[in-house]
């Protein structure tokens, strides 16, 4: 639960590509406080904050997006205490604008002229961020350990064939109604049962196959990492558009191959291996020096639980705290 006196909330700062090759950005007024802003909303009870900040986005734009990095968090102070407010990059896919009672008017605007149009300092300083082009503003990669599969000493069984127990089922269902909101085209797996078991109902809701990637399970990771690495890095890849490929592995193989892209755990003693809980998402896009890295260890509706985004790579930073 949010802190007390504090009111958790979320948002997008919303992009899309112009003709020109440039990037717009959706600012929009609100006739209750007569100033422009972005668009954003309060956390709802059951809700993660990502799912918090797509809901806002539409009901106050009627624009459809797919979330990109995560971008700043800020806060300020409102009669209530103090207003948190998590934002995502999202890219416009589809949707119309309609003014209502929140929002009466939306336009269309280059960054630094949605900078200069903006009433609020902190809106500002989540347009600087969309403008950033050391880091990609959207990921292309999911990489998700394995949700709960029970106690390998409890299984009789072959231990590739151990499957999910009720919290790794819950897991799994929890993904399958997140993770669309990156636009998954493509779904991989390990090939453990309790691996292809926590996407399968991801890929059911999105109507694609779970397909074979045996070089990133743990066993043929440790044979042959290089493999492993170059199916990631291939995932890695810019598109041109929006979207992402789902990678599920289990936690032998993950932080390895995070610290080979060069992604490390802010922790109490400086740079650690990267976590990787099960039932956990790395959202990751760029390249080695230049990536954004994001961990969700769930998508509980805490958002205490959301750490504010860190892009790993880049000058100061380490990896995203949750």
Do not use: N
Not at 186 to 195: D, H, K, L, N
Not at 216 to 229: I, S, T
Not at 230 to 251: D, M
């Amino acid at each position: 639960m949010a802190a007390e006196g504090v009111v958790a909330a979320a948002g997008g700062a919303v992009w899309r590509r112009t003709p020109d090759g440039g990037v717009e950005t959706a600012v929009v007024h609100r006739p209750r406080y007569d100033d422009w802003s972005l668009p954003k909303g309060k956390h709802d009870e059951g809700e993660a904050l990502v799912e918090t900040a797509v809901r806002e986005v539409l009901e106050e734009t009627g624009l459809s997006v797919v979330v990109g990095r995560r971008s700043l968090r800020t806060r300020y102070a409102v009669e209530a205490g103090t207003k948190q407010v998590d934002y995502w990059l999202m890219e416009a896919v589809g949707g119309d604008f309609e003014p209502g009672d929140e929002t009466d008017a939306l336009r269309w605007l280059p960054v630094d002229e949605a900078a200069a149009l903006v009433t609020h300092a902190h809106d500002r300083a989540v347009l600087a961020d969309l403008a950033r082009t050391d880091v990609p503003r959207s990921p292309t990669l999911l990489l998700v350990r394995h949700a709960r599969a029970g106690s390998r000493s409890e299984w009789d069984g072959d231990d590739d064939l151990r499957p999910l127990d009720g919290k790794g089922r819950r897991q799994a269902r929890r993904l399958a109604e997140v993770l669309p909101l990156f636009a998954p085209t493509a779904v991989f797996s390990a090939e453990r049962t309790r691996c292809r078991q926590t996407v399968e109902p991801l890929a059911e809701a999105l109507g694609l196959p779970v397909q074979s990637l045996p070089e990133v399970g743990e066993e043929e990771f440790a044979a042959d990492p290089r493999a492993a690495l170059a199916a990631v890095e291939r995932f890695l890849e810019p598109r041109p558009g929006p979207g992402v490929t789902v990678v599920c592995s289990q936690g032998g193989a993950i932080p390895s191959m995070l610290m080979a892209l060069g992604v490390r755990w802010a922790g109490l003693a400086g740079a650690l291996w990267p976590p990787a809980a099960k039932g956990s998402t790395w959202v990751l896009g760029g390249r080695p020096g230049a990536l954004l890295a994001d961990y969700h260890r769930d998508f509980a509706p805490d958002p205490e639980a959301a750490g504010p985004g860190v892009h790993v790579g880049t000058p100061g930073a380490g990896a995203a705290v949750r």
